[in-house]
């Protein structure tokens, strides 16, 4: 059985896994990551959403340090601050 998240557990959730994985996370492993704890489709993308509009991560076009397709992702926002530093 999988947990499902509601909506503030959700946003906690993303942001505890971003960090796990060391404060930056490509959309694709976030996908992956809650594919069985979502609700609806369209709930995820509304967590990033609002995480982005709070300020809490930053999102980034692309993580694909070599050459290929593009690996948007999001940044902690400590992170990022620290990272442009």
Known sequence: MYERFEFP?????????ISAYGGVAKVRDLK???RN???WGNELQ??????IGEESIV??????PGPGPASPGFWLKEVWDQKRK
């Not at 557990?9 to 896994?17: G, I, P, Q, T």
């Not at 999102?59 to 694909?64: E, M, T």
């Open 37 to 39: 704890s979502i609700r």
């Open 46 to 51: 509304r967590v990033f959403d609002h995480l």
């Open 59 to 64: 999102v980034d076009a692309n993580l694909n």
């Open 32 to 34: 992956r990551d809650f």
């Open 9 to 17: 557990r959700m946003c906690e959730a993303v942001l505890a896994k």
